[in-house]
């Protein structure tokens, strides 16, 4: 996922009630993208939200295509 999009979700999440008064994106600046992910994850799961769902590159194996 692309830092944009992370940030976008961070600050969603921001606005929840539990981190009204909290500053959770100030620490963003310093976060390699691994670790803003993680921190995203974190603060989604302690305010009761579910992640969206990761975007898969192609098709899931098996799926059957169609032919010509």
Do not use: W
Not at 13 to 33: C, E, F, H, W
Not at 56 to 61: F, I, L, S
Request: proline fraction near 7%.
């Amino acid at each position: 996922m692309s830092r944009f999009a992370l940030l976008e979700r961070l600050k969603t999440v921001q606005q929840m009630p539990k981190y009204q008064g909290r500053d959770i994106t100030t620490i963003s600046a310093v976060l390699s993208n691994q670790a803003l992910a993680r921190h995203v994850d974190v603060c989604e799961q302690a305010a009761g939200i579910v992640p969206p769902p990761v975007a898969t590159a192609g098709k899931a194996a098996g799926t059957p295509t169609a032919s010509a």
